[in-house]
């Protein structure tokens, strides 16, 4: 069993910045791909990025977001940059063993923590 607890999320205005943290404790940290997702509301969850041993973002976040993990910490990091009020979203992370993937087939989720960007 792996737990998952999300931090790190708030209001911030379009264009700032905000660092999500997501600890986990269990298995072995380093043997599980790790990832974010998002929910906004009346919208289905997507994927927004990834890391195992090499790293996935949506499109929609290419190049203003970047995920990093510290296995000595068990905690992934999701550093989101000129933030735009369509990144407003609950934000998950996702364990699964193994590689990194674009669906929900992950086998931990966190509880959500919410990320508000306002205009």
């Known amino acids: 069993q792996v737990h998952l607890v999300e931090s790190g999320g708030g209001l911030v205005q379009a264009g700032g910045s905000l660092r999500l943290s997501c600890a986990a404790s269990?298995?072995?940290?380093?043997?599980?791909?790790m990832a974010w997702f998002r929910q906004a509301p009346g919208k289905e969850r997507e994927f927004v990025s990834g890391?195992?041993?090499?790293?996935a973002y949506s499109d929609s976040v290419k190049g203003r977001f970047s995920i990093s993990r510290d296995n000595a910490k068990n905690t992934v990091y999701l550093q989101m940059n000129s933030l735009k009020p369509e990144d407003t979203a609950v934000y998950y992370c996702?364990?699964?063993?193994?590689?990194?993937?674009?669906?929900?087939?992950?086998?931990?989720w966190g509880q959500g923590t919410q990320v508000t960007v306002s205009s």
């Open positions: 996702a364990a699964a063993y193994g590689s990194v993937r674009t669906t929900l087939d992950y086998d931990y």
């Open positions: 890391i195992s041993w090499y790293t």
């Open positions: 269990g298995r072995t940290f380093s043997n599980y791909a």
